[in-house]
């Protein structure tokens, strides 16, 4: 088992940037990818960024224009997700989630991820 908790969304102004947290427990020596998506009111849970636990080598999601950073910590069992130049259509809630013994960072449906955060509320005001 796996637990993960997210941390860091809030209320902001668009421009402003936000850093997410994710903090893992429990069996994370099977941790191979971790991954965070976010879901809008009313739309599919999507796909953001992907870190391989081990090398640290990072995926984005194409449609996403360069303002997402997904960086990890093995030392603290805790990936981050750094968003820069917030507009009002990234507000939703933010998922973190890990695939484990075996992943592909480059899996980008949410079937593919064995554990999930209960997610982080992101809204970002105009």
């Known amino acids: 088992q796996v637990q993960l908790v997210e941390s860091g969304g809030g209320l902001v102004q668009a421009g402003d940037s936000l850093r997410l947290s994710c903090a893992a427990s429990?069996?994370?020596?099977?941790?191979?990818?971790m991954g965070w998506f976010r879901q809008a009111p009313g739309k599919e849970r999507e796909f953001v960024a992907a870190?391989?636990?081990?090398?640290?080598?990072?995926h984005y999601a194409s449609s996403l224009e360069g303002r997402f950073t997904i960086s990890r910590d093995n030392n603290k069992n805790t990936v981050y997700l750094q968003i820069n130049s917030l507009k009002p259509e990234d507000t939703a809630v933010y998922y973190c989630a890990a695939q484990v013994n075996g992943g592909n960072l480059y899996l980008v449906q949410a079937l593919y991820y064995n554990y999930w955060g209960q997610g982080t509320q992101v809204t970002v005001s105009s």
């Open positions: 429990g069996r994370t020596f099977s941790m191979y990818v």
């Open positions: 870190v391989s636990w081990s090398s640290g080598t990072a």
